[in-house]
Each structure stands twice: as C-alpha cells, then as structure tokens.
C-alpha cells in the first residue's frame, strides 16, 4: 500500500487561466508562491525563501476556482504531485512538477487579506482543520 498526499498555504502569483479539453473537461492553472522566513543563526539576519508550484484543478472545481480566485489571493491546496519528463529548448532532458489538486479551500480575498474567505472552493476531500494565519512579506 502507498499513499501520497501535498498541503501548500500560499498565495497565487497570477491570475488562473481556465482551459476545456476536448473531452470537455475543464482545467483551471495557476501558480501558488510559499514563503519561508527564518533568522540565520550566525548573522542573526532575516532570510527568506520563496518556491513555486504550478497547480492545475479538474472538473466543476476548477470552473469554481477561475470564477473565484486571483493574483494574490491565499489559498490552501491538497493533493497529489504529478511529475513528467520533457525536452528543453536546448534539447536537454527536462522534469516538471505540478500539484494536482484534489481540494482548494479559499483563505483571504486578496495580498495582505486576512481570515478564512465565505467559499471553501468547493473541494471534494475533507479537511477539518483550522484555517492557517495570514502569510506576512508577500513578494508581490
């Protein structure tokens, strides 16, 4: 038996971009920023870190989160990565990572908002516990 299950807290660094597949299937894209901030214990200086992930959202979900969400919003997305191989431009084997989505809630209505938002995104997974606090210093 295995299991693999992602939490990210962030924010989204643009707008989602919402796509049908021929099958008719809608898929929503964005991309969430996840600050990390940290004292250096030698300097005692304020470090920061930023990583990316891109995410994409399936089905009613996704229409949800396009009609919802926007730059700068913070949200909370649960579940899987997928991971997949490509060619560069130079020609060079590349890999990608992106987080695919099985539960979006909706944490603040914009950069520098606060609280848990009316919509939770309508998600299919369970989650029961508390909102996380509002992430400080936005890059953006």
């Given at each position: 038996m295995s299991f693999q299950q992602c939490i990210i807290v962030g924010n989204l660094g643009r707008d989602p971009e919402l796509r049908y597949l021929q099958s008719g299937a809608a898929v929503c894209s964005f991309t969430i920023a996840c600050n990390?901030?940290?004292?250096?214990?030698?300097t005692n200086e304020k470090k920061e870190k930023v990583t990316w992930f891109k995410v994409s959202v399936w089905g009613p979900q996704a229409e949800t989160c396009n009609n919802y969400l926007?730059?700068?919003r913070q949200v909370?997305?649960?579940g899987t990565i997928d991971a997949s191989a490509?060619?560069?431009?130079?020609?060079?084997?590349?890999?990608?990572?992106?987080?695919?989505?099985?539960?979006?809630r909706?944490?603040?209505?914009?950069?520098?908002?606060?609280?848990?938002?009316?919509?939770?995104g309508g998600g299919q997974g369970e989650y029961g516990g508390a909102a996380p606090t509002a992430v400080d210093d936005i890059p953006f």
């Open positions: 990390e901030v940290w004292n250096d214990r030698q926007s730059k700068g909370m997305v649960i490509f060619a560069g431009q130079d020609g060079l084997p590349r890999a990608s990572l992106e987080l695919r989505a099985r539960d979006v909706f944490l603040s209505s914009g950069a520098g908002g606060s609280g848990q938002g009316d919509y939770d």
